[in-house]
Nanobody, 125 residues
Framework: VQLQASGGGLVQAGGSLRLSCAAS????????MGWFRQVAGKEREFVAA????????DYADSVKGRVTISRDNAKNTVYLQMNSLKPEDTAVYHC???????????????????WGQGTKVTVSS
């Protein structure tokens, strides 16, 4: 599956952004979807994940309560609504697809088989 992330940009602390990730190539609904972020020189870290039908979500503690992941299988798109942004949220955000069909959601980078190119989010103080 091919993934194309968009929606990043420059925003002031306290502001909001909505990231989108459009999928193509394989049935989107067969994949759990995740968002990760990476700062230069650091490892890619888990942000949020949603299961195949959108009924179950998981969030990193660092973003819980400020971020909402959702998906629209009819549009082959997953979203990341980010509110109350902080300077420490500055990173390149990547969407990813996990073929996992078991119970629960996974957070490991290695669990995700397909990755988008990333969209940069910069939060100014």
């Amino acid at each position: 599956v091919q993934l194309q992330a968009s929606g990043g940009g420059l925003v002031q602390a306290g502001g909001s952004l909505r990231l989108s990730c459009a999928a193509s190539g394989r049935p989107f609904s067969r994949y759990a979807m995740g968002w990760f972020r990476q700062v230069a020189g650091k490892e890619r870290e888990f942000v949020a994940a949603v299961n195949r039908n959108g009924g179950s979500t998981d969030y990193a503690d660092s973003v819980k309560g400020r971020v909402t992941i959702s998906r629209d299988n009819a549009k082959n798109t997953v979203y990341l609504q980010m509110n109350s942004l902080k300077p420490e949220d500055t990173a390149v955000y990547h969407c990813a697809a996990d073929p996992w069909s078991g119970y629960g959601l996974r957070r490991g980078v290695k669990n995700y088989d397909y990755w988008g190119q990333g969209t940069k989010v910069t939060v100014s103080s």
